[in-house]
């Protein structure tokens, strides 16, 4: 991946599309699991109108940032993860 300015191996194209994939879906289910904790109650219970109406409102905004943050998060996790020099080999003494 630090091949900057030149052209990228079918196995590294690969690996970005596959780690692009496995973000958008884990945020996407973090962001579904946190909206659904937050706004839920509101859902399912009879609550006063002021508690109904802040949960729902602060339901999606919660949810959508964690959608952005777990993406970029990552995202750059992946860019900064280097590959092994010796692959299989899992101290430098080995």
């Not at 973090?30 to 904790?37: E, F, H, I, P, T």
């Not at 999606?60 to 959608?67: D, I, K, Q, R």
């Amino acid at each position: 991946m630090e091949s900057y300015g030149g052209r990228r191996t079918p196995a590294e194209r690969d690996a970005i599309t596959v780690e692009i994939g496995y973000a958008l879906c884990s945020a996407a289910f973090a962001a579904v699991v946190v909206l659904g904790a937050v706004a839920g109650p509101a859902w399912l219970f009879d609550l006063p109108r002021v508690v109904e109406s802040a949960l729902v409102r602060t339901g999606p905004v919660l949810g959508s940032a964690l959608f952005v943050v777990r993406v970029v998060a990552v995202l750059v996790r992946f860019r900064q993860a280097g590959q092994p020099s010796q692959p299989g080999r899992t101290s430098p003494d080995s």
